[in-house]
């Protein structure tokens, strides 16, 4: 039922001879105008943005960064570290093939990668909402089918949801949970109302819900981990598993959805295969022998000196150093405010300053690295060196003291050392902290005054480069009396820790993009601290940041949104939760030219699904 339906039946029930009244009819002639406007608007919502206008117009025809010409066919082999031992990527348990969601099961709808953030139409071919955005509805493209024929339905969209919201991943099960009710209009239209939930976020949440096919998912079984391919309704089927090996994908030449305008250009190969690899030397050693078609770089040393095999020196290998829109990536050695050593954050800070950053960036990364204090590092979302607006002010205001002074005033810098790895000054100011949080020398090693226990904590790593930093940070540390264990774990035991809070320390990344919205709470609200599976892995629990997350979601317009992301930076920044180690400035790509990519590249960077198997020349 639409909202004209709705307010038509409200005011013309019995008795119905108020209709008839000419204030009656002064208010159906309103009804029907709006009624007319909200069809109107109805028929613009091919799109939604965060913010703004979508940027393509209602007839696009393609995505900017993909090519329409791009040639169909051949093999993309992709390599994955660690193991799989589910296909079920929606679960807490197991770790799964991610890639199952969008290459096998979709969304209502899909990402513009040339913006913040943008949807456009691809299960579902409209959205409705209102200027408040206290509903969203969708209305499911009529030829959208899941691999068995059978028409994608609303049923599947309300059982997808109501799946997902009480057994899926936390982030979905928070999310889903803040709508009130949902109801199918019709078996193609499904309608979600959020009560009186303030979170403008929402319709697009909902847009990239995945929709599981309800005929084909046993619901009670559907927590377990399970190698049974999931039955979707994407451009590529589950053909081949190997378990803790591989996982083919083979392309559905009977895809509904395969000349959509998002899809133009993309989902080129016949066949994609992911291999996975347990350890990272074996994984680039594959590599060079051609044994997969590309990959992103993540060691400078390697990137600096490990392509210097004979293909790479005669044009059959490919570099390239994508600069993309978006923040930079930034690793962080992660506190966990759980253990009671990290609790003070006299203590965390002190440990920052303990961090050498230049030492680490010229003996290990050849200087390609910098630094900056946040998580929003190169763009305009980020506080760092940057004095708060007045906005962000007002959001602060009610939290007087949840943010430091020269963090707000934007004169805070994070600790620059003599780059010798033994930096007294550094050193003396980390022991007036550690002091002042009542630590000691006991000899030559920091004790606490009252229980005597010393200053000690492991930390966990899983790859080469983890345990290089580590293992400087360690040395350092030993200088002021902390004894640091590192351990070494596989990917998949890291992994299982890490969601499980299992750890002391650990290097962890946030990505983000330029439209942070609902996964903030995820990665640092109040509520995700004490549960499993969250990215709050600091263990935070502040009421300014959860303050600043709801401002976030409320904002109407960019500059709000802007000042509420700052804000929440700088509280974030004022905590100590984090000791930042490095940023990423750029991506670095590695592939075979076999593989050939469009010349236009997309905000967020390289998209694999854009990219095509170069056709064998004449005669070959």
Known sequence: MSKFESKWTRYCRPPRERCRTVVGLALIVGLLAAGYQEVSAADSGYAIAMHGEPALPPDFSRMPYADPDAPKGGRLVQSVPGSFDSLNPFIVKGVALQQIRGFVVESLMARGHDEPFTLYGLLAERIETDDARTYATFHLNPQARFYDGRSVRAEDVLFSWQLLRDKGRPNHRQYYSKVATAEAIDERTVRFDFGGTTDREL?????????????????????????????????????????????????????????????????????????????????FEAFKRGLYDFRVESEPLRWHEGYNFPAAGDGQLVREAIKTGLPAPSEYLVFNTRRPMFSDIRVREALTLLFDFEWINRNYFFGLYSRAGGFFAGSELSAYARAAADGERSLLKPFPSAVRSDILDGSYRLPVTDGSGRDREALRAALALLSQAGYEFDGTVLRHRSTKAPLAFEILVTTRDQERIALAYARDLKRAGIEVSVRSVDGVQFDQRRLAFDFDMIQN??????????????????EAADIPGTRNYMGVKNPAIDAMIAAMLKARERPGFVDAVRALDRVLMSGFYVIPVYNVREQWIARWNRIERPAATALTGYIPETWWRRPPKPGK
């Open 509 to 526: 990344r946030w990505d983000q993009s330029l439209s942070p919205g609902n996964e903030q709470s995820f990665y640092w609200g109040s």
């Open 203 to 283: 319709p697009l949440i909902l847009g990239l819900m995945p929709v599981l096919p309800k005929h084909a998912v046993d619901a009670a079984t559907f927590e377990q981990t399970s190698m049974t391919a999931p039955l979707g309704s994407g451009p590529y089927r589950v053909t081949a598993v190997k378990p803790g090996a591989s996982v083919t994908l083979t392309r559905n030449p009977d895809y509904w959805g395969r000349n959509l305008p998002v899809n133009r250009g993309l989902w080129n190969f016949d066949e994609i295969r992911f291999d996975y690899y347990r350890e990272a030397n074996s994984q």
